[in-house]
């Protein structure tokens, strides 16, 4: 399955855009209370907001025109009341929707990590953790903003308008019609120019996550970069990704900030009709001053909210392109689904290759009509070259991947119908690069391992020495309380190989798989860990992947794998003769 999030078409991006603004509405329904609430607020709010010019238009034609003081002194009272209730619905506002948008933050990162978590590892292998990074920070937060910031002020702003729009029209309505052209310009150039908005700010989007992608890497290489003395390649990658970066930022920035001007040179062309047409009026007695100037209030409170619509337009438009990203990650599946568990075949053997074939998406296929049994209780060895599909094959046996054809059976049912607990519990496998989490050594080796999860300490240290796992936890100077910090170079890979040992064994799996489990750690340490792997039940099979022949040399049976085939070496002395003939060949 494709998970490439960056090699999406974009056409299929426009057709998918009205649906994933309709999940949108849906995925936010946990806030629909507060949003009617903000809404009806807000409608007051514009409410005594639209009839301001009006009042301000009547008092000066009845009150500033005669002299009369009280009167003022009564309509200004009102003024001040009617701004003083906006100000507490203004904050009152304010303070709602930026909840609801650092709500709407934690739900997105939520999810996006939830759903991340679900996918598998064909994910991963396709996408970068720069850019998943930059989705789930900087692309949430994109939403964020809208909605706690520029949402009110957007709904705020249509509202007024309309308001306007309607006062304007029913006062006059040629001057209304004369005032509003200007409007319509304007929604067509919004119209035509909004899907190239989107489209730039999708890219720059894209190239940050891309600029984010490459530094994560590159800082995670470091090392090896400062050995080979290439911070010349390490410059150069940079500044390709911060020029691209630079370039699309720039395009975007651009048309983001062109509407502004446009929109406020047809607000200036409209006020200055107004003017021109109401003196006119005023001349013929059909308009009064303080009418004319509420005119020009109601004007101003209809193109004021769209030179402040230019700016969120913009906003919107990066939301929505932000939402877009977002919601290519909400949107995928795994590929790796639980079936209906089958008719189980009796006295089978632990693991069953039939008939399997595998590649990985978008390369060659790696394994060809691959079959073999591994029976319970037994050591198994894979050896061959580099590339020959070792690792391959133990990813099948743990389900990391599914074969592209045939089955794997594990106790002689279909490994796809165990859920993954249940598959985690009968499977160890120790990868060639360990991952461990910050805290101690402890948390890590009783991570996810229900049946110790609680222990204390001492009750640990006491099932870790009837395992046999105390030689090898007294290298540690603190023993369980060694602080491990992920990431970190105060702990050598062996160690890592340690640690992670001592977390497979402890969960007591049937299949025990090692792939160069030992590659990183001495002869002595080695031996223990031999050690370790006797005293594990009798009915535990272990599979083993090693460069090291010492390490294989005790195993039941020996697979060689090479080419995309696995065959039966038998003994270890015939194992080494097909390798030293492959060599030759090759």
């Given at each position: 399955?494709?998970?490439?999030?960056?090699?999406?078409?974009?056409?299929?991006?426009?057709?998918?855009?009205?649906?994933?603004?309709?999940?949108?509405?849906?995925?936010?329904?946990?806030?629909?209370?507060?949003?009617?609430?903000?809404?009806?607020?807000?409608?007051?709010?514009?409410?005594?907001?639209?009839t301001v010019p009006f009042v301000v238009g009547y008092t000066i034609d009845h009150y500033v025109a005669?002299?009369?003081?009280?009167?003022?002194?009564?309509?200004?009272?009102?003024?001040?009341?009617?701004?003083?209730?906006?100000?507490?619905?203004?904050?009152?506002?304010?303070?709602?929707?930026?909840?609801?948008?650092?709500?709407?933050?934690?739900?997105?990162?939520?999810?996006?990590?939830?759903?991340?978590?679900?996918?598998?590892?064909?994910?991963?292998?396709?996408?970068?953790?720069?850019?998943?990074?930059?989705?789930?920070?900087?692309?949430?937060?994109?939403?964020?903003?809208?909605?706690?910031?520029?949402?009110?002020?957007?709904?705020?702003?249509?509202?007024?308008?309309?308001?306007?729009?309607?006062?304007?029209?029913?006062?006059?309505?040629?001057?209304?019609?004369?005032?509003?052209?200007?409007?319509?310009?304007?929604?067509?150039?919004?119209?035509?120019?909004?899907?190239?908005?989107?489209?730039?700010?999708?890219?720059?989007?894209?190239?940050?996550?891309?600029?984010?992608?490459?530094?994560?890497?590159?800082?995670?290489?470091?090392?090896?970069?400062?050995?080979?003395?290439?911070?010349?390649?390490?410059?150069?990658?940079?500044?390709?990704?911060?020029?691209?970066?630079?370039?699309?930022?720039?395009?975007?920035?651009?048309?983001?900030?062109?509407?502004?001007?446009?929109?406020?040179?047809?607000?200036?062309?409209?006020?200055?009709?107004?003017?021109?047409?109401?003196?006119?009026?005023?001349?013929?007695?059909?308009?009064?001053?303080?009418?004319?100037?509420?005119?020009?209030?109601?004007?101003?409170?209809?193109?004021?909210?769209?030179?402040?619509?230019?700016?969120?337009?913009?906003?919107?438009?990066?939301?929505?392109?932000?939402?877009?990203?977002?919601?290519?990650?909400?949107?995928?599946?795994?590929?790796?689904?639980?079936?209906?568990?089958?008719?189980?075949?009796?006295?089978?053997?632990?693991?069953?290759?039939?008939?399997?074939?595998?590649?990985?998406?978008?390369?060659?296929?790696?394994?060809?009509?691959?079959?073999?049994?591994?029976?319970?209780?037994?050591?198994?060895?894979?050896?061959?070259p580099t590339g020959g599909g070792k690792t391959t094959t133990a990813s099948l046996i743990a389900r990391?991947?599914?074969?592209?054809?045939?089955?794997?059976?594990?106790?002689?049912?279909?490994?796809?119908?165990?859920?993954?607990?249940?598959?985690?519990?009968?499977?160890?496998?120790?990868?060639?690069?360990?991952?461990?989490?910050?805290?101690?050594?402890?948390?890590?080796?009783?991570?996810?391992?229900?049946?110790?999860?609680?222990?204390?300490?001492?009750?640990?240290?006491?099932?870790?020495?009837?395992?046999?796992?105390?030689?090898?936890?007294?290298?540690?100077?603190?023993?369980?309380?060694?602080?491990?910090?992920?990431?970190?170079?105060?702990?050598?890979?062996?160690?890592?190989?340690?640690?992670?040992?001592?977390?497979?064994?402890?969960?007591?799996?049937?299949?025990?798989?090692?792939?160069?489990?030992?590659?990183?750690?001495?002869?002595?340490?080695?031996?223990?860990?031999?050690?370790?792997?006797?005293?594990?039940?009798?009915?535990?099979?272990?599979?083993?992947?090693?460069?090291?022949?010492?390490?294989?040399?005790?195993?039941?049976?020996?697979?060689?794998?090479?080419?995309?085939?696995?065959?039966?070496?038998?003994?270890?002395?015939?194992?080494m003769n097909m390798l030293v003939q492959h060599e030759r060949n090759t």
């Amino acid at each position: 399955m494709n998970y490439n999030l960056n090699n999406t078409d974009t056409t299929e991006q426009q057709h998918t855009s009205g649906k994933r603004l309709l999940k949108l509405l849906a995925y936010i329904k946990t806030e629909h209370r507060a949003l009617i609430v903000v809404f009806g607020i807000m409608i007051i709010s514009q409410g005594l907001s639209i009839t301001v010019p009006f009042v301000v238009g009547y008092t000066i034609d009845h009150y500033v025109a005669t002299k009369d003081f009280s009167g003022i002194l009564k309509y200004a009272g009102i003024l001040l009341g009617m701004f003083t209730v906006n100000l507490a619905f203004s904050y009152w506002q304010t303070k709602m929707m930026g909840s609801v948008g650092q709500r709407m933050l934690y739900m997105l990162r939520n999810a996006l990590f939830v759903k991340i978590q679900e996918l598998p590892i064909a994910f991963f292998n396709q996408n970068k953790t720069g850019d998943l990074i930059s989705r789930i920070n900087n692309d949430t937060d994109k939403m964020n903003q809208f909605f706690s910031q520029s949402l009110v002020q957007f709904a705020s702003g249509i509202m007024s308008m309309v308001g306007a729009g309607i006062f304007l029209l029913s006062i006059n309505f040629k001057l209304g019609i004369a005032t509003l052209a200007p409007a319509v310009f304007l929604l067509l150039f919004t119209r035509v120019l909004s899907p190239l908005v989107k489209k730039r700010n999708a890219a720059s989007m894209k190239s940050t996550g891309s600029m984010s992608a490459e530094i994560q890497e590159s800082l995670s290489n470091f090392k090896v970069i400062i050995a080979f003395n290439r911070r010349d390649y390490f410059r150069k990658r940079f500044d390709e990704v911060n020029q691209e970066n630079y370039g699309t930022a720039k395009s975007a920035g651009v048309l983001n900030n062109i509407f502004t001007p446009v929109f406020s040179l047809c607000s200036q062309i409209a006020m200055l009709a107004v003017l021109a047409y109401g003196i006119y009026l005023i001349s013929t007695g059909e308009f009064t001053v303080g009418l004319l100037i509420s005119y020009l209030s109601f004007s101003s409170y209809f193109y004021n909210p769209i030179r402040q619509l230019a700016i969120l337009w913009t906003n919107f438009q990066m939301a929505m392109a932000g939402w877009d990203r977002i919601s290519q990650i909400l949107e995928l599946e795994s590929d790796l689904k639980v079936l209906p568990a089958g008719p189980v075949k009796e006295n089978a053997p632990l693991i069953s290759f039939q008939h399997v074939h595998f590649g990985y998406p978008g390369g060659k296929e790696i394994l060809h009509n691959v079959s073999f049994n591994l029976e319970q209780g037994k050591t198994y060895a894979l050896v061959g070259p580099t590339g020959g599909g070792k690792t391959t094959t133990a990813s099948l046996i743990a389900r990391l991947y599914d074969p592209t054809a045939g089955e794997v059976l594990l106790n002689g049912r279909d490994i796809r119908s165990y859920t993954p607990e249940e598959r985690t519990r009968k499977i160890g496998f120790i990868l060639q690069e360990p991952f461990l989490f910050s805290g101690t050594i402890q948390e890590n080796i009783v991570y996810g391992n229900p049946v110790y999860a609680d222990y204390t300490a001492e009750q640990l240290d006491a099932v870790m020495e009837k395992a046999g796992l105390n030689t090898l936890l007294a290298r540690f100077e603190d023993g369980l309380a060694t602080n491990i910090v992920s990431g970190n170079d105060g702990i050598s890979l062996g160690q890592k190989q340690l640690i992670a040992f001592m977390r497979a064994v402890l969960r007591d799996p049937d299949l025990l798989v090692l792939d160069e489990a030992t590659a990183n750690i001495d002869t002595v340490t080695e031996q223990q860990l031999e050690a370790v792997l006797q005293k594990l039940p009798a009915h535990t099979t272990r599979v083993i992947i090693a460069h090291r022949l010492n390490t294989i040399e005790n195993a039941d049976e020996i697979f060689f794998v090479n080419n995309g085939e696995i065959a039966r070496a038998g003994s270890f002395s015939h194992a080494m003769n097909m390798l030293v003939q492959h060599e030759r060949n090759t």
